[in-house]
């Protein structure tokens, strides 16, 4: 049987509703709280199949994990040398957060470890992180010279402090060298060209450990002990709500109210991007949930143009690029997305999957070596249309397709990797 979803079009879209944890500060909850010194409740958990790479590979590190209900679960940390050796390859399944943050962990363990994950994982580079962390004269062993998975971690004795000047702005790159400098000697220091989103600084804050945080640089010195919270809340994942607030905007008389949603500065480039387009969207009821801040937001239908952007906005809006080349297709006028060349070593080439399935519907989309050039308003039609098993491709697909004319989605179920019931609630909106 083919593997594939249909939507059709639907009309003014209503709801009242939340969404998911999110994925980000899911999979921070649960590596934190394995090494914290008491258990940790982590409620609106991402019950997704990133999130559950992470609670499998901790698990196989010794950690006793209950699940609660589906979206509640409680760590049983065992401090930060408590990790015992896995006895099989970790699975990261499709998560580079999952294998690039769990790398800074296990770095600095003594004991021996190999990871694995999918088929795009394994195509994903790695050098980004075995680099630094053998500066910190960690050892790490790959593939092909150290560029892919598979891996191998090697216990050595001690770790130590680097100044390390990031090539790119990355949070996987950034938290790993952070994890594996909470057990080295001396201050590691860690600079981006551009801060992304900083999940991991507030994470460590919340267990008790002060870090130095001066321009796009932090600084964190050896740790002692995680103090771990009773509870952590997961806030609703922005980079979710995305698809509802294009959704919104762009189907016309839609009216949509999504409640708590992470409004982390270091993560809302969509917002400033849309209203920039036009957007009518509200952002009410903030308050915090932990250290992260949260609101709601109220979205309605509104005439979208064409906007410029570029690397300094990105890492704050990295993973909303396919659903922002959507409302780019219904925008009056041009967008010219630039400094997104990070998007090529995603889940998958986002670039040239965005370039090659939306002008499957029609859409007039080129795809430039670090960015996409789109001219909106393009006459749409039906379209058959491949996720390449990317989430975010399948979700974007979806949301054209229900406010073009119709599309059919080859190999849907990769949402499952980030909002399991996407397709549930996106026919629950349109009734
Ligand atoms: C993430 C960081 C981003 C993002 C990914 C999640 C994280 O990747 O694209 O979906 O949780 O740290 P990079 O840090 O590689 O840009």
């Known amino acids: 049987m083919k593997d594939i979803m249909k939507i059709i079009a639907g009309q003014g879209l209503k709801g009242d509703f939340f969404i998911p944890g999110d994925k980000s500060i899911s999979h921070r909850s649960v590596m934190f709280s394995a090494l914290g010194d008491k258990p940790v409740r982590i409620k609106n958990f991402l019950n997704s199949q990133d999130c559950l ?12 994990v209950d699940f609660i209900n589906e979206n509640e679960i409680v760590i049983y940390g065992k401090g930060i040398h408590g990790l015992t050796e896995p006895s099989d390859v970790l699975d990261a399944g499709n998560s580079g957060t ?3 943050l769990m790398m800074g962990i296990l770095a600095a363990q003594p004991f021996f470890s190999t990871f694995t994950g999918d088929q795009s994982l394994r195509k994903r580079p790695m050098r980004r992180v075995i680099n630094p962390l053998s500066e910190m004269k960690a050892k790490l062993v790959s593939r092909e010279d150290s560029k892919y998975l598979p891996l191998a971690i090697i216990p ?54 002060k870090l ?20 952590i809340v997961v806030p609703g994942d922005i980079s979710s709500a995305a698809f509802w607030l294009v959704a919104a905007s762009i189907i016309p008389n839609s009216k949509l109210i999504i409640r708590n949603i992470g409004i982390n500065p270091t993560r809302t480039g969509i917002l400033d991007v849309l209203k920039d387009m036009g957007a009518n969207i509200e952002i009410v009821n903030e308050k915090w949930s932990g250290k992260e801040p949260v609101a709601d937001f109220i979205v309605r239908s509104a005439e979208l143009k ?19 080349t959507v409302a780019a297709m219904f925008a009056e006028g041009d967008t010219i997305i630039s400094g997104a060349g990070e998007l090529r070593v995603k889940e998958t080439d986002r670039l040239a999957a965005i370039e090659a399935e939306f002008t499957k519907m029609g859409a007039k989309i080129q795809a430039t070596d670090d960015g996409l050039i789109i001219h909106g308003k ?51 909106l349109k009734k």
Do not use: W
């Open 378 to 428: 393009a006459a749409l039609k039906e379209a058959e249309c491949y996720s390449y098993h990317d989430h975010r491709i399948a979700m974007a697909l979806a949301i054209a397709g229900m406010a073009a004319h119709g599309v059919t989605i080859q190999s849907p179920h990769c949402v499952d990797i980030s909002y399991p019931n996407f397709y549930t609630v996106l026919n629950e």
């Open 156 to 209: 050595v004795d001690k770790l130590q402090a680097i100044n390390y000047a990031m090539p790119m702005a990355s949070a996987q790159v950034k938290s790993a060298i952070l994890l594996a400098g909470m057990y080295a000697e001396g201050e590691t220091i860690v600079t981006e060209p551009y801060t992304s989103r900083d999940h991991t600084e507030r994470m460590f804050e919340t267990f008790g450990v």
């Open 98 to 100: 999952t294998l690039r």
């Open 53 to 64: 790479s992470t609670v499998k590979c901790i698990q196989a590190l010794g950690v006793k």
């Open 306 to 324: 064409g906007v410029t952007f570029g690397a300094e906005i990105m890492p704050r809006l990295i993973d909303e690029i396919p659903i922002l």
């Open 212 to 231: 130095r945080k001066f321009g796009t640089s932090i600084g964190i010195k050896k740790v002692d002990k995680f103090v771990s919270p009773e509870e």
